[in-house]
């Protein structure tokens, strides 16, 4: 994984632990467990697809998982792939004499969209809309594709959308929240993909990045009925006293929604959704089983706690510490040696000036309570290479962190209440940085007591 583990005593085995539940997310994997052609039989979940009846294949998606997704999928349709575009985020692409001249992966802005996704998006939504009943789409979805996949309703200018998403990003609103806004301030999401390629059939390879695996979350759900409306999405606003605060265009639409003069997304039952099959095909939970696989092949008692793991970032990081002093005390179900694992995602509340990310946060608020505990480690990991706007997937603590800290002149409660975990962590040579690795299945927690 970094130099941060595998300097630790038995870092390799907490590297190699890391590395399996990686390897569980691998997006081509996946695509390839769900994708298998034989000749003109194409078959996706099961369900069979014959070629010689369609005229065109066009392959298209978003998201930091989509290059290889991408390169899995268009290695199985083979001269059958007509062309198309997917989306990733800078830096998440692969080397381009890895795929056919007819599909092009862009990069684009994250977090917030920029106007490279959104020229990217209508020329996807500009390929599909001239699909008929006679073709076939593969849409390829991941993590991050939210904001990636990106086309503003009328009246709504990018840098209106930008400032909206800002604003519940630091808002403390959970992904659900977020992405009930974004849908309705957006064609393509919400089955917009689906509505714009009907009457061709869709087959969504979705790669889960969202808590629970709800299809309308993920990606703000491009290819999956959307239970959420107008009235909801403004709720959500008004619940963390936004509405004053943004853009008047996205006030003017929202209202026009509510009142009927904006077409609603896609609803459950529509029957323009009747020819499109969203297929899950990873997701936090087999990430999180084949990191227990791998802790209890080292000879670690071991121990799934959840993957719906939710809730302020600080908040989790002192639950965490105190399961972590128990298992330092003896007082858990576990014995040493042990590891307890933990998936999902939590949210920050930002309220300071400082840089970090939310498994940056968690870490930092379990440093004090963690103090001292001999042979304990909490280990926490955007699973795709980047937490937050930083180049740190998270962070490493340990029970001698507090007293390193303070040598140095470092104060996790100070540095906690600027929301400034990464310039903590930097101090100290405990971020991990794996880089970019091209999966995104949510965010791990590993507690280990040797």
Request: hydrophobic share 45%; glycine share 12%.
């Amino acid at each position: 994984m970094t130099h941060t583990l595998q300097s630790l005593p038995r870092g390799d085995e907490v590297c190699r632990v890391l590395d399996t539940a990686l390897q569980a997310a691998d997006p081509a994997a996946a695509v390839l467990r769900f994708l298998s052609r034989n000749g003109d039989q194409l078959t996706a979940g099961g369900q069979t697809y014959n070629l010689a009846d369609i005229r065109h294949v066009f392959l298209v998606g978003a998201g930091k998982a989509g290059a290889p997704m991408a390169q899995a999928a268009a290695q199985i349709l083979d001269d059958r792939l007509t062309g198309g575009a997917v989306i990733v985020k800078d830096g998440y692409g692969l080397d381009e004499v890895n795929f056919p001249a007819s599909l092009k992966i862009i990069e684009a802005g994250h977090p917030l969209p920029d106007e490279r996704g959104v020229v990217a998006t209508r020329k996807i939504l500009s390929l599909l809309s001239q699909a008929d009943q006679s073709d076939l789409v593969l849409c390829l979805l991941s993590g991050g594709a939210s904001a990636l996949l990106t086309a503003p309703a009328i009246g709504i200018t990018l840098t209106d959308l930008q400032q909206t998403i800002s604003l519940l990003l630091r808002s403390g609103a959970d992904i659900g929240e977020i992405n009930a806004v974004r849908k309705h301030l957006d064609v393509v999401k919400g089955g917009g993909l689906a509505r714009v390629a009907a009457p061709a059939r869709v087959i969504s390879f979705i790669l889960s990045d969202v808590v629970g695996d709800p299809l309308d979350i993920i990606a703000s759900g491009p290819t999956a009925p959307d239970p959420t409306t107008f009235d909801q999405a403004l709720a959500v606003l008004h619940k963390y006293q936004l509405l004053e605060q943004l853009p008047q265009a996205i006030r003017l639409h929202l209202q026009h929604g509510v009142a009927g003069a904006a077409p609603e997304t896609l609803k459950p039952g529509d029957p323009l959704l009747e020819g499109v099959q969203n297929l899950l095909v990873g997701s936090n939970a087999m990430a999180a089983q084949a990191a227990a696989d791998a802790a209890a092949a080292g000879g670690f008692n071991t121990r799934v706690l959840t993957t719906t793991l939710q809730g302020e970032a600080r908040l989790v990081g002192r639950l965490l510490a105190a399961a972590a002093r128990d298992l330092a005390g003896g007082q858990s179900v576990l014995q040493r040696p042990a590891c307890l694992i933990a998936g999902g995602e939590t949210t920050v509340t930002v309220r300071g000036d400082g840089i970090g990310g939310r498994n940056q946060e968690l870490a930092l608020a379990a440093v004090e309570a963690m103090s001292g505990l001999p042979g304990t480690l909490l280990v926490t990991l955007a699973t795709d290479g980047g937490d937050g706007p930083t180049d740190a997937a998270g962070a490493v603590v340990s029970g001698e962190t507090l007293a390193r800290a303070r040598a140095l002149g470092l104060s996790p409660a100070e540095h906690l209440t600027r929301n400034d975990a990464y310039r903590f962590f930097d101090g100290l040579g405990d971020l991990l940085k794996p880089g970019p690795t091209h999966t995104n299945v949510n965010d791990l927690a590993l507690l280990f007591a040797f």
